[in-house]
């Protein structure tokens, strides 16, 4: 299995960047996808999740409003548009994967079963 995140970059606050993750050697159709995001000396968090048919999405409170989910399961891709960055949003984000009957709560990075290594997102004031 193999997840990879691309997009990042770096952009000025109040800028906009679109993150791809790409999954292969899995059925990606019957999995949940979760965006997580690590900033340096801090755990890493979760920014925001999807469902295995994407029919609901999931937010921290400090991005809702500004990030938007998408997965397109044909091409078993997901998406995290981010708006109105803030320096705040700087971190390495990744993706992650957990079957969707997986118990446990998602917005813990410890119940998913696959992840990428992750993009840098660098948002300057």
């Known amino acids: 299995v193999h997840l990879v995140e691309s997009g990042g970059g770096l952009v000025q606050a109040g800028g906009s960047l679109r993150l791809s993750c790409a999954a292969s050697?899995?059925?990606?159709?019957?999995?949940?996808m979760g965006w997580f995001r690590q900033a340096p000396g801090k755990e890493r968090e979760f920014v925001g999740g999807?469902?295995?048919?994407?029919?609901?999405?999931y937010y921290a409170d400090s991005v809702k409003g500004r990030f938007t989910i998408s997965r397109d399961n044909a091409k078993s891709t997901i998406d995290l548009l981010m708006n109105s960055l803030k320096p705040e949003d700087t971190a390495v984000y990744y993706c992650?994967?957990?079957?969707?009957?997986?118990?446990?709560?998602?917005?813990?990075?410890?119940?998913?079963?696959?992840w990428g290594q992750g993009t840098q997102v660098t948002v300057s004031s």
């Open positions: 992650k994967a957990r079957w969707s009957q997986r118990v446990g709560a998602f917005e813990s990075p410890d119940n998913y079963t696959y």
């Open positions: 050697g899995l059925t990606f159709s019957r999995f949940f």
């Open positions: 999807i469902t295995f048919n994407g029919e609901n999405t």
